[in-house]
């Protein structure tokens, strides 16, 4: 692979100018898993069993204890919106990761053969769909703190944290606060899944034997990282969506 076939790699099936610009790769990877993960869940809970449970069945009730038990053990705080969230949003992360495992020629191939120039197909490594998960997931931590504290969620932009005589000093510290929060969740995803993305094309560079065996052991890694990116996601989204739900003091 050729330097320049690695800014090709990179670059999204787009449409629109500007602010206006559509990725439409992103957009339609993004959905087709989020239906493969719709579809599955409902096709595994149409075939529920009891006894002796198997296969992708076992392994989706592993997910849900492992969120059931990071939701309970965070906070003593009960809100049955927590818990599916999380679950959604670890499977999609998890689900649009994964994609980076799938060899870096494949996609552009496929794309040719329906007269599209390029076609990355793993969502996260595109900032838009990073900050978009966590601008909603900060949307959604602010409905939470209205709807569990009402507009007095809104004193705390007076008082915190040097107390009303230092309001104007209050509101800016804690809207710098609240923003970097849905920007450290979305730049930390993108910034390891895009590096990850740079690792596997700068080794489709190297002679193929070699590309064959690196990329074996990139791929072990970079599995790591892909679980690991969408934990440490997941568990920031229980932290704000648990810390939105107490009651200040």
Same mark, same amino acid.
Do not use: C
């Given at each position: 692979?050729? /330097?320049?076939?690695?800014?090709?790699?990179?670059?999204?099936?787009?449409?629109?100018?500007?602010?206006?610009?559509?990725?439409?790769?992103?957009?339609?990877?993004?959905?087709?898993?989020?239906?493969?993960?719709?579809?599955?869940?409902?096709?595994?809970? /149409? &075939?529920?069993?009891?006894?002796?449970?198997?296969?992708?069945?076992?392994?989706?009730?592993?997910?849900?204890?492992?969120?059931?038990?990071?939701?309970?053990? /965070?906070?003593?705080?009960?809100?049955?919106?927590?818990?599916?969230?999380?679950?959604?949003?670890?499977?999609?992360?998890?689900?649009?990761?994964?994609?980076?495992?799938?060899?870096?020629?494949?996609?552009?191939?496929?794309?040719?053969?329906?007269?599209?120039?390029?076609?990355?197909?793993?969502?996260?490594?595109?900032?838009?769909?990073?900050?978009?998960?966590?601008?909603?997931?900060?949307?959604?931590?602010?409905?939470?703190?209205? &709807?569990?504290?009402?507009?007095?969620?809104?004193?705390?932009?007076?008082?915190?944290?040097?107390?009303?005589?230092?309001?104007?000093?209050?509101?800016?510290?804690?809207?710098?606060?609240?923003?970097?929060?849905?920007? /450290?969740?979305?730049? &930390?995803?993108?910034?390891?899944?895009?590096?990850?993305?740079?690792?596997?094309?700068?080794?489709?560079?190297?002679?193929?034997?070699?590309?064959?065996?690196?990329?074996?052991?990139?791929?072990?890694?970079?599995?790591?990282?892909?679980?690991?990116?969408?934990?440490?996601?997941?568990?920031?989204?229980?932290?704000?969506?648990?810390?939105?739900?107490?009651?200040?003091?």
């Amino acid at each position: 692979m050729a /330097s320049g076939d690695i800014a090709h790699h990179l670059v999204n099936w787009s449409i629109g100018e500007g602010f206006w610009t559509f990725n439409l790769d992103t957009i339609v990877m993004g959905w087709v898993l989020a239906a493969i993960l719709v579809i599955t869940a409902m096709v595994v809970g /149409s &075939r529920l069993q009891a006894s002796a449970p198997s296969g992708m069945q076992n392994w989706l009730e592993g997910v849900v204890d492992f969120i059931d038990d990071l939701v309970q053990g /965070s906070f003593p705080v009960k809100d049955p919106l927590i818990a599916p969230v999380a679950m959604t949003v670890f499977l999609w992360i998890l689900l649009m990761n994964s994609m980076d495992l799938i060899p870096a020629y494949l996609p552009g191939m496929v794309a040719h053969w329906f007269g599209i120039a390029e076609f990355p197909i793993t969502p996260t490594v595109n900032l838009n769909t990073t900050l978009g998960v966590a601008v909603a997931v900060f949307l959604l931590m602010i409905a939470t703190n209205l &709807r569990v504290k009402g507009f007095s969620y809104f004193k705390t932009y007076l008082t915190h944290p040097f107390g009303i005589f230092l309001a104007p000093i209050n509101i800016i510290m804690s809207l710098i606060e609240e923003i970097t929060k849905p920007l /450290s969740l979305g730049l &930390r995803l993108f910034g390891n899944m895009f590096a990850g993305e740079l690792v596997f094309l700068l080794l489709a560079m190297l002679p193929w034997w070699a590309g064959l065996v690196m990329g074996e052991v990139w791929s072990l890694f970079e599995s790591l990282i892909i679980i690991l990116q969408a934990f440490i996601f997941t568990v920031l989204t229980v932290v704000y969506l648990g810390m939105a739900n107490m009651q200040d003091h």
